[in-house]
Antibody
């Protein structure tokens, strides 16, 4: 069974840092591209970051470019999101999501974790 | 940036109704369009990918259509489990994935 489990959320001060983790199981992790998506309280979904299966290619939303860094460790079956220079508007539930559905060109996110909550407040 | 819009933003419907949700892209995205369902307090679930392909395990009362800039998600006969928020997502450019604002379907 495919599972994605996020961790590392919590309370951070404006300007501070947090590192989120997403542990994967139930599939050959190294073969899959991964993403981070967030959802502010009561709001819609916002894509944040993408990493290729090799870990070489990464893309970021403009809202987090230069502040957030996505990485992966295939030995640990995990992806990470290093979040620096946090702002109040970064407060959200953070999901990791797998790109799948049989390798469709449309790169849908076929499995999602339950999310980890990040609150940025002084 | 590719902007996604959805209409309506919310709708009220009854069990058994046919429901359609529209998603529009600010430029052509071919069929690089996916649909997700999200219930309160839960993670989103993939329903439709590549505009019209049903994801594994999704009931066939759900269908998707469209290409270019205009897309539709249809639910042929609304069931109690279908009351949720629906999001479209474009993946035409992997470096700039974006979601629509969502459509909430309630009673």
């Amino acid at each position: 069974e495919v599972q994605l489990v996020e961790s590392g959320g919590g309370l951070a001060q404006p300007g501070g840092s947090l590192r989120l983790s997403c542990a994967a199981s139930g599939f050959t992790f190294s073969n899959y591209e991964m993403n981070w998506v967030r959802q502010a309280p009561g709001k819609g979904l916002e894509w944040l970051a993408y990493i290729s299966s090799s870990g070489i290619t990464k893309y970021y939303a403009d809202s987090v470019k230069g502040r957030f860094t996505m990485s992966r460790d295939d030995a640990k079956n995990s992806v990470f999101l290093q979040m620096d220079r946090l702002r109040a508007e970064d407060t959200a539930l953070y999901y990791c999501a797998r790109v799948g559905a049989g390798g469709s060109y449309a790169q849908p996110f076929d499995y999602w974790g339950l999310g980890t909550l990040v609150t940025v407040s002084s | 940036d590719i902007q996604m819009t959805q209409s309506p933003s919310a709708l009220s419907a009854s069990v058994g109704d046919r429901v359609t949700i529209t998603c529009r892209a600010s430029q052509s995205i071919s069929s690089y369009l996916n649909w997700y369902q999200q219930k309160p307090g839960k993670a989103p679930k993939l329903l439709i990918f590549a505009a019209s392909s049903l994801h594994n395990g999704v009931p066939d009362r759900f269908s998707g259509s469209g290409s270019g800039t205009n897309f539709t998600l249809a639910i042929s006969s609304l069931q109690p489990d279908d009351f949720a928020t629906y999001y479209c997502q474009q993946s035409y450019t992997t470096r700039e994935i974006s979601f629509g604002p969502g459509t909430t379907v309630d009673i």
